[in-house]
């Protein structure tokens, strides 16, 4: 009997774990809904986009907001990493483009220093991309497009 009493409450505790992410999930994608006139905007391809969404009000600028994080490719063939924040109902309210492409692939540690700093992430991943372009722009410049 106390195995079914153990049994029953690991499940139920299972499906409660399970219906949270599942609303998180749900949640994310309502966040990419509402930023897809944005993309249709500059020309990025919303089936090439790879993002995350954050909720937390540590990492916002505007309440209410989420913030996705993500690449995705342009029409013209271009690779873009970008950081928005997103209001239900009204779409895109700040947007960012971060070079170098793929800068937005470590947003976690964004996350983690936004959280540190008491900033929002946009913020916070603008200045990973200044700092990265700033140690890497020797090795930018010797690069010759030409060759």
């Known amino acids: 009997m106390v195995e079914f009493i153990i049994g029953t409450i690991l499940v139920v505790t299972l499906w409660f774990f399970l219906a949270i992410r599942k609303k998180k999930s749900i949640?994310?994608?309502?966040?990419?809904?509402?930023?897809?006139?944005?993309?249709?905007?500059?020309?990025?391809?919303?089936?090439?986009?790879?993002?995350?969404?954050?909720d937390d009000a540590e990492l916002l600028k505007h309440p209410g907001a989420a913030v996705i994080v993500g690449t995705g490719d342009r029409s013209d063939g271009a690779l873009v990493s970008f950081a928005l924040e997103v209001v239900a109902n009204a779409?895109?309210?700040?947007?960012?483009?971060?070079?170098?492409?793929?800068?937005?692939?470590?947003?976690?540690?964004?996350?983690?220093?936004?959280?540190?700093?008491?900033?929002?992430?946009?913020?916070?991943?603008?200045?990973?991309?200044?700092?990265?372009?700033?140690?890497?722009?020797?090795?930018?410049?010797?690069?010759d497009p030409n060759s």
């Not at 949640?27 to 954050?54: C, D, M, P």
């Not at 991943?125 to 700092?131: F, K, L």
């Open 27 to 54: 949640r994310a994608f309502n966040y990419l809904a509402q930023a897809e006139g944005w993309f249709v905007q500059e020309g990025i391809k919303s089936a090439s986009v790879h993002f995350t969404a954050y």
């Open 91 to 143: 779409g895109v309210v700040e947007a960012v483009y971060l070079e170098p492409y793929g800068i937005a692939t470590d947003h976690r540690t964004g996350s983690k220093n936004a959280k540190l700093k008491g900033a929002p992430l946009i913020e916070v991943m603008q200045e990973m991309a200044r700092e990265h372009r700033e140690k890497y722009k020797h090795i930018n410049q010797s690069v």
